[in-house]
């Protein structure tokens, strides 16, 4: 039999099958081979009788992780986002698979020999081999160790030494480490709700793509939880995302507690066998629920009944680097194949998901009112230009300060929000709250300091740097942005006993140093909490009666087309870490444009109101969903390079762009970051007509593979979540 084979490398070249000898096994099995010189995994994804090679060389087969199912979002993911074979394959398979070595495999573990006394044993080392006696003692004294970590501690002759003699006799231990086995199921049975029974009911008995649409507290991980039930129930499986940051001990904690071992859990704190372990239980059909991150929509589950995206607007479920793909699609292609409903729930739809529900292609489903009898939180809408005018140049309003004040005396806590996204500024009169913006794009322009000029990142128009502004001809027209430091400072110059914790990308590179914030906050070791947007999700702390959002509307002016929507998604968040017990929370928000229609509609909670402005916006500026953006990211080692490629490419896109008569823009520009890790950066923009869309993205691909930098690389997004 003839294997065509996907070898475990990932580059232009070998994107292909190979061919080898091997005994028949089924597609997506997993086989070593002799590629080259090395000893390689490979992938069976093709058989056939005939090679049109001659000598192949045989393939051995190790096991089949790859399901048929997965094989075909395998190549629906290679067709929608140009993957390569072994970037997605390795999205279904664990690191741990990629080694020939056997996966489940054992560690030797050394005991002393329980036939004879520990003194007999001392008598059979002799009284010379000084090192021999200590390693013995020591390991009999442990009743037995880790080979690897006894060498490591007494050396190799002396261990040697040992297990010659047969005073130390191996044995062999697997190392299976499943996280969190301790905790124990049980059951906490709640009334459901009429709201809540008849979503479960619509989900568990209908198919297709549901929007749960329901305000934080609406009972929405409840009826996430019984759907799940029904489908066990039913003999069917289930996959549940969240995005990462809400990946709590906690959260991990409940659901453990809810489904016991029939929940695999998959996050980033795994290490390479933790996450095998979770993998093979899947796999093996011992566990049933896969809750993770975005990557746990490629779980090996079969019979799948339902796919739930909690949190469906969050950007993490789009992939930004390789590989590059949009979690939602996938799951919707998944779920379709396995005939399982597809749940996406939010507080806050994406104005897309929204956008899909009104047209009836999802089923809408409302959960309107909250659980508890308590109101979501009073927000109160602060304008900063105001307080400029009126001589206060502190960055905290006088309201947040009186508020701040009153939560401290009654020995409460507050939470402080920066927004902050990525690396880039928009410029902003303090007087009058002008924001300079470009005129044909209608997003914020941002200050680059090394021309000293603005531009816009969706077209590329270049403006003037601003020394007064045009609108009340004040100078105070600067890049307005604070950083948490500052933030910390100013508190402290006016509550000098304030106990702080402070959370940014800065202080919590790992995700350890991020939950030990969360806890020692959670424990009352401080009284204000400082953070970007990180701390808005998903964290629950009784005793936070105030939020302040001090730089509301900087989301707002970053360049984005989606900068309304994040606005309003954050405030949202936010504002439900107020008072989520028994005491009444508040929220203070400043902001240099308290009209804007995010903060008028934000202010009532009034998503509907919200969507009804903002599609508006984007039917008008044709942006999506009324069109797609593809942006052709060209990277570099020289400035040449790059320009040529971008050249040649832009070209072959114009080109296109006639011949399927217009893209609604197109045009080519350095990256707004122009240099990123020794890569000069060049982008073209394009954007386009939903309809011609799916004819006209793999031309595309193909002008991207054709006009790849020689020393550089090439990538396509759709839809970027973000710009730089
Ligand atoms: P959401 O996911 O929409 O933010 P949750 O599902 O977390 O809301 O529910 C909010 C709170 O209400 C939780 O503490 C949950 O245990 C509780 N809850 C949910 N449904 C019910 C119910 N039917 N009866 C009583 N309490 C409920
Ligand atoms: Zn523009
Ligand atoms: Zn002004």
């Not at 096991?63 to 190549?75: A, H, K, N, V």
């Not at 081999?129 to 190799?156: C, E, P, R, S």
Request: hydrophobic letters at 35%; glycine letters at 8%; one cysteine or more.
């Amino acid at each position: 039999m003839i294997l065509q084979v996907i070898v475990d490398i990932s580059t232009n070249e070998i994107d292909r099958t190979f061919d080898y000898e091997g005994d028949d096994m089924p597609l997506g099995s997993r086989v070593a081979v002799e590629f080259g010189k090395n000893r390689l995994i490979g992938f069976v994804i093709g058989k056939t009788d005939k090679s049109e090679f001659a000598n192949l060389k045989t393939a051995k087969y190790l096991d089949t992780p790859i399901s048929s199912e997965q094989l075909e979002l395998l190549y629906f993911m290679r067709a929608a986002y140009h993957l390569r074979y072994i970037d997605a394959i390795r999205l279904f398979v664990p690191a741990k698979l990629r080694e020939e070595r056997d996966p489940e495999y054992t560690r030797t573990y050394l005991r002393p020999d329980d036939s004879r006394t520990l003194d007999e044993l001392v008598e059979a080392v002799g009284g010379r081999a000084k090192k021999q006696l200590d390693a013995l003692k020591h390991i009999a004294a442990m009743g037995g160790q880790f080979l690897n970590f006894a060498v490591a501690q007494f050396g190799t002759s002396a261990i040697s030494g040992l297990r010659e003699k047969g005073i130390l006799i191996d044995s062999k231990v697997h190392e299976r480490t499943s996280p969190m086995k301790t905790l124990c199921k049980h059951d906490k049975t709640v009334v459901l709700t009429p709201a809540q029974a008849s979503a479960v009911d619509k989900i568990t008995k209908g198919s297709g793509v549901f929007l749960l649409h329901g305000v934080t507290g609406s009972g929405k991980t409840e009826v996430y939880e019984r759907v799940i039930d029904n489908m066990l129930s039913e003999g069917k499986t289930a996959i549940m995302l969240v995005p990462e940051i809400s990946l709590t001990p906690q959260m991990l904690g409940l659901f453990r507690a809810r489904f016991g071992d029939t929940v695999a859990i998959l996050h980033s704190g795994l290490n390479a066998s933790e996450r095998y372990d979770e993998w093979k239980r899947l796999k093996d059909g011992e566990a049933k629920i896969a809750i993770g991150a975005r990557s746990a929509i490629f779980a090996p589950l079969e019979n799948i009944g339902t796919i739930i995206i909690d949190e469906e607007h969050d950007s993490s479920y789009q992939s930004e680097s390789n590989p590059r793909y949009d979690t939602k699609a996938v799951a919707k292609f998944r779920a379709h194949l396995s005939g399982a409903s597809l749940v996406l729930g939010s507080a806050t739809p994406d104005i897309e998901t929204y956008a899909n529900a009104v047209s009836g292609e999802y089923k809408l489903i409302t959960l309107a009112e909250r659980i508890s009898r308590h109101k979501l939180p009073e927000m109160e809408i602060v304008d900063m230009t105001q307080e400029f005018r009126s001589g206060n140049r502190s960055i905290f309003s006088k309201s947040l300060i009186d508020a701040i004040g009153e939560t401290l005396s009654r020995g409460e806590q507050a939470m402080l929000f920066l927004n902050r996204r990525g690396f880039s500024s928009f410029i902003r009169c303090k007087e009058c709250g002008y924001i300079a913006k470009c005129e044909d794009c209608d997003v914020s322009l941002t200050y680059h300091k090394a021309d000293n000029e603005l531009k816009c990142h969706y077209c590329g128009r270049r403006y003037h740097a601003l020394t007064k502004c045009p609108n009340c001809g004040s100078s105070e027209i600067k890049q307005g942005r604070i950083g948490t430091e500052k933030v910390v400072e100013e508190l402290k110059s006016l509550f000098p006993d304030v106990r702080t914790l402070r959370m940014d990308n800065d202080t919590t590179t790992r995700r350890d140093s991020y939950f030990k914030i969360l806890s020692s906050f959670g424990a009352g070791e401080a009284d204000v909490l400082v953070g970007t947007q990180m701390i808005a999700k998903g964290h629950d702390f009784a005793n936070v009666t105030l939020v302040g959002i001090l730089e509301a509307d900087a989301a707002l002016y970053f360049s984005d087309y989606r900068s309304s929507e994040r606005t309003f998604q954050l405030i949202t968040q936010v504002a439900g870490r107020a008072g989520r017990a028994e005491k009444q929370g508040r929220v203070i928000l400043q902001t240099y444009a308290p009209r804007h229609y995010v903060f008028q509609f934000g202010k009532s909670y009034d998503y509907t109101g919200f969507f009804k402005k903002e599609i508006n916006t984007r039917l008008v500026t044709k942006f999506p969903p009324y069109t797609k953006i593809v942006r052709v990211l060209l990277t570099s080692l020289e400035e040449q390079d790059a320009v040529d490629s971008t050249r040649s490419a832009y070209k072959a896109m114009q080109a296109l762009q006639k011949q399927y008569g217009s893209f609604v823009y197109l045009g080519a520009a350095k990256s707004p970051v122009t240099r990123m890790n020794g890569l000069i950066r060049y982008q073209i923009l394009a954007r386009i007509e939903p309809d011609i869309f799916g004819s006209v993205m793999p031309e595309i691909y193909a002008i991207a593979d054709g006009n790849r930098p020689k020393k550089g690389n090439i990538f396509v997004e759709i839809n970027p979540q973000s710009m730089i």
